[in-house]
């Protein structure tokens, strides 16, 4: 299995009478049948292809199909890239709102003009050619026409050949259905629009980040926002050409169009899709296709994948995989505000077959974090990180463990603080060994402000975490478990004590957000109107009267809490 023409060649779904022109045995009509074709065509020639022609080949980390994504640590130029937008509907040139070279489809000449012997076929297909080869680097120009003389561009049949030469364009291509219903190569020299500008103040305004003519509070909360709305679509804040995927994919779904849009970084080595049929309903749907090295001790794991034939390169523990994501509408009082996108779904795929296994969980394994965490710490670990601006590639001095832990915990914040009670134990454990041993504490003195770096990052995260269960607990459940008022009651005034006691060491933004969930549950209508409203120890159940107590424990700690709260934020104002 040298050749990458040889993968997925057991494939049902397609005829493979040419291995390196695979036929569809399904109709192309819509965008999932695109995406299905694609799939394959992009994995062969794109993924597995420099894969197999380099040795060397930087197989994407697990954690780096993690939301929320980071930004490019090397750009690896021999790498293929592209980006794509494809409608289910015909292209209307002038009216379309972007920048094209337009490709015409040979088969609408045919019907017209009866067949291939049409002087007007003839001239359009010359006249495709010459569009091509324009755009084609001038070494190239020359092998374009040779290859493609006789042979139609347009045909969606022949993509996989013509790809070989769009993987060599600066711009997008475009695809678009002819009068058959069926998709074809319809433009190539895309430009895709951003609007960057408008897109990102009308989001921050709309979210409430941003107030008109404000300009300290755009500064303050611009990354923010560029961050939350890019990763929306699958990125972080990265190249020209992945930016605009992004942005005119949001474009498109306004408009209500049904799209496709896929690109190709040199940098991320991961194709993005972004796409939408008409029926999801706040956010095109996204996903992610990689090579990614599987980061597992789990023999089980291993043993499946090696039995049933899944790992791609069973030495470099190499796998295709698919992610695709759910996006959250921005919610402030949430202790993970920044959350945009999470994990819906996980697919290994086949090399052969194409089959999936989905039944694995490949890029959540919390066995591997904190193992990965403890080789951090002890300096063992020789991955790379960006911390800040600069890039971190091993742990070797105590500061690049520092500088490593900030970005680590930055990057694993949300997991942290939503993840099981065990893994939970287990983190605070190795980070609590390491940031007060005593051991360390000359290199922590020297390296002062880094060691508070990563200790308000540690910080945040555990008082996050706590306040954390009063979401849970806003919908009457704790650890996992249905309760009842007064089990919800007597939590949430355990949590608001604790709060109390230690509100001079919290966050302020914690605060805030765990005395709006207090007041969330305070309001509930049905817990108000049953035990409180009106309601004298005469009307209530033992059980009611226990539940009013508790309440207005609750109301009591919650004045409190406003109360010190205030004093603290009045003291900071003056200071």
Known sequence: MKKWYNYFTKSESFDWSDKRLPIPRFKINNIFGLKKFLDIIHARQCLIKPFLENKNYPLVEARELLPSFESDLFEYENLPGFSLVAFARPIDYFNEIFQFDIIHNSWEKIIRHEGESSPLFHATHLNNLATFQSRLPKILQDRFRDTFLDTDVSLLTNYSRVLDFILNMDRGHVMGMNARDEFYLAGVYASFP????????????????????????????????????????????????????????RRLFKTGEHFLIRALGQTDRTITTIYSSGEEKFYPSLEKLALVRLETKKKDTIKFLKENGFFLDEKKKAVILRVKFMQHKYDPNNVREERALSVARQEIIHPLTGEVCSNLNIINDISYMTLKLNDIVKGEYNGRIKYKREIIENTDSHEKRLKFLFAWLGKHQRRIIGYSDEFYAGVTKVLDNYLLSQENQEYFN??????????????????????????????????????????????????????????????????????????????????????????????????????????????????????????????????
């Open 194 to 249: 951003s609007d960057l500008d408008p897109e990102l103040k009308r989001f921050g305004l709309r979210i409430k980040k941003f107030k008109p003519n404000d300009s300290l509070t755009y500064e303050l909360n611009r990354n923010f926002v560029y961050q939350f709305l890019m990763e929306l679509y699958g990125y972080p804040v990265v190249s020209e050409r992945r930016t605009s995927a992004a942005l005119f994919s």
């Open 446 to 575: 020297e390296l002062y402000k880094l060691h508070q770096e990563v200790w308000n990052k540690y910080s945040y995260i555990k008082q996050a975490r706590k306040i954390r269960l009063l979401q849970d607990l806003l919908r009457k459940r704790y650890a996992g478990d249905r309760i009842n008022y007064l089990t919800m009651l007597e939590h949430t005034n355990d949590i608001l004590s604790d709060l109390k006691f230690e509100l001079v060491n919290y966050f302020d933004e914690i605060v805030a957000k765990a005395t709006y969930l207090t007041e969330k549950i305070a309001g509930n209508s049905y817990l108000v109107r049953t035990y409180i409203k009106d309601k004298t120890e005469k009307d209530l159940t033992d059980y009611g009267v226990e539940v009013k107590k508790q309440y207005g424990r609750l109301i009591s700690l919650l004045d409190e809490l406003k109360a010190i709260r205030k004093v603290k934020l009045e003291r900071n104002f003056t200071n």
